[in-house]
């Protein structure tokens, strides 16, 4: 891993392309291939359930040309070692129950969108000879959205700063939200951006990463993602004490447990909510009838759910709300373990926790057991937080196995190196 941090000698045209395929990839997965997006056209909630060609045939692309990549690269077997038996009981349980959902059609084109995002995110850092280049294309393609966001902000206001015209939540009026469609995405993806902005500049390029991360902070305050922002210093802090604590799974535990309680558990336990209602708003902007409404669905049908994404975009949601319930207009539970278990269940919310909150624990080991770098101890952090700040920002927002989230699949790429990591010849 030292040589595979080592900045090389010479350039590779071949992992120059690469590098220029993977940056395109991740900036559209980031965008989800609509940048600034017109919020003031009704047809952007006339029908949320029709599919946009454009970001899925560009999925399946990118999908497709990863996988030749892979494979010329001779990096197949690795590919397939990274596909685990938990990730493969995931996707079988979650395609069961959209079958038998409401909208099985519906169900299964959107769990098919999260696979296709699945293999792209296993695929792309297989591609890359050095880790070195993986992180260069992770600084550019970062460097790239932050300037985006900027030059949306400043020759196209109207479509990156929420304004009095869009067609809901006028309320957001000023905040921002770059080439982003909404300030909740936004305002993650800053905390993600610092990240990358910190790695670079703990590897030896402080000029550069102090850059991204200055530029992060401010669309990050600009955005007014209070959520995110409180759980920036939590996560650096969560992530140190896991790469060098002797017991990181109680850290991780204590960390997203204890944030799911003090949400989400407000709302679950009468006997938690006495206590924190002395506390400050721990809804984060009132989330409480959601998540109250979200709860009664998943208690309703533990077992299978309702299918994969689909709940709250049909008229199955008024089977448990009123047709007056002001919580069954909004399109997610601002929870992603609510809207796993509303989509699969309790054994699917099992499922994807074991796939995506303990099984990363197990890779974090693995890799501790070698003795570690000072570059190498700064990448396992990094990724450590990006997995853990994915799985905080869960319990404020539907982020968790979100089909083509931008959250999700920059938290997804650290929880996918993780796992390759911990299996290469490296980590042994």
């Known amino acids: 891993m030292r040589d595979a941090l080592a900045r090389p000698t010479e350039i590779d045209l071949s992992q120059v392309l690469i590098a220029l395929f993977a940056g395109f990839a991740i900036l559209v997965l980031w965008t989800q291939a609509q940048p600034f997006a017109s919020l003031s056209d009704y047809g952007v909630i006339d029908d949320p359930t029709q599919s946009n060609s454009l970001r899925r045939n560009l999925t399946l692309l990118i999908l497709g040309l990863a996988l030749l990549l892979v494979w010329r690269g001779g990096t197949a077997r690795q590919l397939w070692g990274a596909i685990s038996p938990g990730l493969v009981a995931i996707f079988g349980w979650f395609a069961l129950t959209s079958l038998v959902s409401a909208s099985p059609g ?167 909510a006495a206590i924190t209602n002395h506390l400050p708003d721990p809804t984060f902007t009132g989330r409480a009838d959601i998540w109250q409404l979200a709860l009664d669905a998943a208690e309703r049908r533990p077992l299978t759910g309702y299918g994969y994404n689909v709940f709250w975009d049909t008229g199955v949601i008024y089977a448990v709300a009123g047709s007056k319930d002001t919580a069954a207009q909004v399109s997610h539970a601002h929870n992603g373990f609510l809207d796993v278990a509303i989509s699969a269940g309790l054994p699917g919310l099992i499922l994807v926790l074991g796939w995506a909150g303990i099984a990363p624990l197990r890779h974090i080991a693995t890799i501790r057991r070698r003795a570690l770098g000072h570059a190498e101890q700064t990448l396992l952090e990094f990724f450590v937080q990006g997995w853990l700040f994915t799985l905080l920002i869960s319990s404020l927002e539907a982020v968790l196995f979100n089909r083509g989230d931008s959250i999700w699949f920059t938290g997804l790429l650290s929880i996918v190196c993780l796992r390759l990591w911990s299996r290469s010849d490296l980590a042994r």
């Open 106 to 272: 519906l169900a299964l084109n959107r769990l098919a969108l999260a696979g296709a995002v699945i293999g792209i995110a296993l695929c792309l850092p297989l591609l890359f000879k050095r880790a070195e280049t993986f992180v260069t294309t992770l600084g550019a393609a970062t460097t790239i959205a932050i300037a985006l966001c900027f030059l949306g902000v400043l020759f196209i206001p109207d479509l990156a700063i929420h304004s009095l015209r869009d067609t809901v939540e006028e309320g957001l009026a000023g905040d921002w939200r770059g080439m982003f469609r909404h300030k909740n995405d936004l305002a993650p993806m800053a905390i993600h951006f610092s990240f990358i902005g910190l790695l670079l500049w703990r590897l030896g390029r402080p000029a550069w990463g102090g850059a991204i991360v200055t530029g992060a902070l401010v669309l990050l305050y600009m955005s007014g993602g209070k959520s995110a922002a409180l759980l920036l210093v939590p996560a650096l802090i969560g992530a140190a004490l896991i790469v060098r604590s002797r017991h990181p799974a109680l850290i991780a535990t204590l960390a997203v447990g204890g944030l799911a309680l003090v949400t989400v558990g407000s709302v679950a336990f009468p006997a938690l």
